[in-house]
């Protein structure tokens, strides 16, 4: 099993609509949860961290349920600028490293 | 600040050849990382350093070779190429602040080994 895994995708939908995706990681020690964003043939960029509480930052809604070992990112109000592939991170306290879902590709249609 | 920057941007090798690939961040931070990422899949971790003088091992660490002699630089060397390592390679600084961490990644290195 992986240790974070995510949604396959892709995930096409029209402009407007509110999407949602999901991931899951193994390692009930993990610490730090966050939310990447990848465009075509580039460097991933940091979309938001995720926190217990749940956060927001604009359209977009981060939540973190520790009990199921489980984060999601919410997408409202998709615009055609989302289209990207969007990445689960996760890391483990103090180890100085990252592990990385495969991603989910979102294209948003007009 | 440059941020963290890569070089070369790409790089044909034969079988066989070997090379280093570039890193350096200017924002002096603790943490460096370089991962691989293949077509369709997220990032695997290769190498990582905590600080100057310490390194570990990631996920996929066989074939490659890391040093952290500077909080600035962390090259990643190829012993001997092999069509496998084809990829593009990021490298990636960061930092914690406060339980939160943010991580920053150089433009890459598309690799293609003959």
């Known amino acids: 099993r992986k240790e974070v895994e995510q949604d396959p995708g892709p995930f096409n939908v029209p402009e407007g609509a509110t999407v949602a995706f999901n991931c899951t990681y193994s390692n009930s020690a993990s610490q730090s949860f966050f939310w990447y964003r990848q465009d075509c043939r580039k460097e991933p960029k940091l979309l938001m961290s995720v926190y217990s509480s749940g956060n927001e930052d604009g359209r977009f809604t981060a939540q973190l349920n520790r009990a199921s070992q489980y984060i999601s990112l919410l997408i409202r109000d998709s615009k055609l600028s989302d289209s990207a592939t969007y990445l689960c991170v996760v890391r483990l306290p103090n180890a100085g490293k990252s592990t990385f879902g495969d991603g989910t590709t979102l294209t948003v249609k007009p | 600040n440059a941020g963290v920057t890569q070089t070369p941007k790409f790089q044909v090798l034969k079988t066989g050849q070997s090379m280093t690939l570039q890193c350096a961040q200017d924002m002096n931070h603790e943490y460096m990382s370089w991962y691989r990422q293949d077509p369709g899949m997220g990032l695997r971790l290769i190498h990582y350093s905590v600080g100057a003088g310490i390194t570990d091992q990631g996920e996929v660490p066989n074939g490659y070779n890391v040093s952290r002699s500077t909080t600035e630089d962390f090259p990643l060397r190829l012993l001997s190429a092999a069509p496998s390592q084809t990829s593009v390679y990021f490298c990636?600084?960061?930092?914690?602040?406060?339980?939160?961490?943010?991580?920053?990644f150089g433009p890459g290195t598309r690799l293609l080994v003959l």
């Open positions: 990636a600084s960061s930092y914690t602040s406060g339980g939160a961490e943010t991580q920053y």
